[in-house]
């Protein structure tokens, strides 16, 4: 039995993927019993450097060729028009498709896997998130009998790194960044990893397998970690907490929080001591309790093996016949409400003037809004503030768990305080993510 | 689609399973579109209590009845002999099966999966290994692309809560031990776990899989912790290095090691961390680098999670018509051999008189030996020995890598020096677990 694999588009993982295909060829039919013959790939641009050597007859500028020679194409094109267009056509000429492709799937994931659906041939995105950690299958094989609770991802490398490096070092943010430029871990226009863009494309996939709907993108909350201060990174290491990126997906009250923001946990928890640019994915069902999946996320031969596991899976299923594919995304038909209104603790830090009766007003306006207080650390440490004179301190509160409209009305009434000078930080801090 | 699921033996993870079943069948069905229908349950003792009710018209004491009623067959007895006779009959009446039985896998896996073969069923037995955590799915689909270079375990939650209470609180094994006892942590009889055999049938069954041949049990190197001394898991502790009962299956020169023993690894890296009853899996491959998975590795729910799992995976074989296994375990035909003259590195500490020339004469012999010296740590403390008169002081000496068999023999003859008291200690020190 032999699957004919076409790749369109060569670069970092199309190359690590072509590498995987033809080294570990003879292994792969070895254990499954099928042939995997890489036939074609394409690529418009053939003289750059790889870290492969694509074989000349292997090569072509023309990803039509790889359509017509293919049993299953692998699209790591990316972006999003192209790569969409690409997919769907192979889907409509009843081609298998395996693909990286997270924002894509994010955005336009419902008509993708619709019309594979309808035309009977699987998509494959194992590699979609987490790099070569198998986190989707993992999720939607390995978990399939647990109702799942939540999701907590450091689903993002850039950003992790950038964070480890400001915990560790004390580091500021443009530091960091710089530094994960000049290793290649951030691209030179930073917005997707740094806005956090790219997490949220990928905890959007997971919460669909996980909830059983496709999610609009357009409702999943997302902040990104640009304003992060170094004075807040540290203030929470005394406090005991570590920032994450962290992406997270989870049930309140049978509705669905979504959300990717900078995030306190507790230091001495596993996902707090995934550093550099690892990524993590805990998963909390109803009959497993918390799992972790650890591994590199991202990078040419990590994401090479996902997609080869894809390739695998469905070429699998192709010789037997189309296996039906296991968990439909929209099980629960869309009724699973997103929740806007998060449930959360907060970690809130305001800049005041060292003098009685600050703490009085501000905890007033708190406990106006049914906001309790856990924690209060006042630094003798004093801030430079444009434009402002005299000596500020910074002042922090640790809340117990609030409404975020709660949180961002009383905020929004501080801020009017005389007593309190520029807009007060805001960083949530997660305790369930344990 | 209707799969009809039968389970033999109704204890903890019985219980967990058939809870699972009933409880999240219409989750189930609504994810993968096929009906796992709970159709009887076989215990021979319905008297004794349970976490759940399992209702009275599921209950025989006749595992017949099971065999004749069911698609799928579910064997949560346990042992080894009533466990055989019945996965074999009901492999040849044509009845799938899942099982959860690591020791029968591990001493008799091959006559089973090849009867499986013969008779064109499945063997799903992801819940053999690491309770919860989908790691067999993992190795054999999500990791199926890459050449595996090491599995890095912690398997077994009673030695991994024995040893992290020593590391952190000092105890000794027997102090530990009566704890874990005193919690249900531990058996009355502990020897299964205490002395490697569970870590060692769950490594063995990891690295059929991983290598592609069934090695013999016989062959797997197997110490348990029994004989740990807190003294060197202090000392340990000192050089930077935390204890845990690895079990470890690698490729070195071709060759695959495979073995169980107390092992030190850095305290810094992420399976040190695995603290308690928890469990942890590092798999190495070619393409994905190091993956890490982490979970309750034991326990009614999480267990039944990966029993549930594997009827589901067979189940919707089932109904696209059989899908061939994926990795069939020989496809190395029993080519690759297993080494025992492993090449690590070593913690090796004598009890001796606090004299000029003791590491002299010590070292003398390692260097006739091969061996080369990496750390030396001599203490000020007195440790009393029965029967021996005078002062006598650890002396650890750490190693670089070298051969077992040049260290066994080197310890022979430096435990006939005078200067050296009793019996020296040798730990394996394992650096690439990281």
Redesign the interface.
């Known amino acids: 039995m032999k699957v004919r694999v076409g790749v369109v588009g060569c670069g970092v993982v199309g190359t690590?993927t072509v590498e995987?295909?033809l080294r570990?060829r003879e292994?792969?039919r070895?254990?499954?019993?099928v042939d995997f013959e890489l036939v074609k790939v394409a690529d418009i641009d053939w003289e750059r450097e790889r870290e492969f050597h694509v074989p000349e007859e292997l090569r072509t500028t023309n990803y039509k060729e790889v359509l017509t020679e293919s049993d299953l194409v692998v699209e790591l094109v990316g972006g999003r028009d192209f790569a969409k267009r690409l997919i769907l056509e192979a889907i409509d000429m009843g081609k298998h498709v395996v693909t990286a492709n997270k924002h894509l799937l994010a955005v336009e994931g419902e008509e993708i896997l619709m019309r594979a659906r309808e035309k009977g041939v699987r998509v494959g995105f194992?590699a979609s998130v987490g790099g070569?950690?198998?986190v989707v299958?993992?999720l939607r094989?390995?978990?399939?009998?647990?109702?799942i609770r939540a999701i907590y991802g450091i689903l993002n490398g850039t950003t992790n790194y950038i964070l480890t490096r400001m915990f560790e070092e004390g580091l500021s943010f443009e530091k960091a960044l710089k530094e994960a430029k000049e290793k290649g871990y951030a691209e030179a226009d930073p917005s997707l990893d740094v806005d956090g863009w790219d997490a949220a494309h990928k905890i959007t996939i997971l919460a669909s397998f996980a909830f059983?709907r496709y999610f609009p993108f357009s409702e999943v909350y997302v902040e990104g970690i640009r304003g992060v201060e170094s004075l807040d990174v540290d203030l929470g290491k005394e406090l005991g907490y570590t920032l994450k990126l962290l992406a997270i997906a989870k049930m309140v009250d049978s509705e669905v929080e979504i959300r990717v923001h900078p995030t306190f946990i507790h230091s001495e928890e596993?996902l707090a001591?995934v550093s550099g640019v690892y990524n993590a994915i805990m998963i909390e069902?109803?009959?497993?309790?918390?799992?972790?999946?650890?591994?590199?996320g991202a990078?040419s031969?990590?994401t090479?093996?996902?997609v080869?596991?894809d390739?695998?899976?469905v070429g699998?299923?192709i010789?037997?016949?189309?296996?039906?594919e296991?968990?439909?995304v929209n099980?629960?038909e869309g009724t699973v409400k997103v929740r806007k209104n998060f449930y959360s603790r907060y970690y809130l830090r305001f800049s005041v003037p060292d003098r009685p009766g600050v703490l009085a007003s501000i905890s007033r306006v708190l406990a106006d809004f049914n906001i309790s207080i856990a924690a209060v650390l006042q630094k003798e440490m004093v801030c430079e503030i444009a434009g402002v004179k005299g000596p500020i301190v910074p002042l922090v509160i640790l809340t117990h768990k609030a409404y975020e409209e709660d949180v961002q009305k009383a905020l929004k009434e501080i801020e009017n305080l005389p007593v309190v000078v520029g807009k007060p930080v805001l960083i949530r801090v997660e305790e369930e993510a344990e």
């Open positions: 690590g995987l295909l570990n292994l792969i070895k254990r499954t019993g194992e070569g950690i198998p299958r993992s094989e390995g978990l399939v009998g647990n109702r059983g596993a001591k069902g109803d009959f497993v309790g918390k799992t972790m999946f650890y591994g590199q990078g031969r990590p090479a093996s996902a080869v596991s390739i695998v899976g699998v299923s010789a037997c016949g189309h296996a039906p296991i968990t439909p099980w629960e």
